[in-house]
């Protein structure tokens, strides 16, 4: 349940990024995490909660809501 969860929130952050024409680097280097854990949270692929704070980073420098990368995860299709 929270897997597909986590996949929903990467694809809005890959998404927002594409949007953005955001490299994972350059990404990455903004809000101050590795492009590999980056890669992870968009893939849905780690084993740990990410933080709070990180999405808010990550949302922060997308220039979106919270509310915007949450939409929809909450929801079981």
């Known amino acids: 349940m929270f897997a597909s969860r986590y996949k ?38 780690y084993s740990k909660n990410v933080s709070l704070s990180t999405l808010m980073k990550i949302a922060g420098v997308l220039d979106v809501t919270m509310s915007q990368l949450m939409e929809g995860v909450e929801r079981e299709e």
């Open 8 to 45: 929903k929130i990467g694809a809005k952050i890959v998404f927002y990024r594409k949007l953005k024409s955001m490299t994972q680097e350059k990404l990455a280097d903004d809000v101050g995490i590795t492009p590999q854990y980056l890669s992870r949270i968009e893939n849905g692929g």
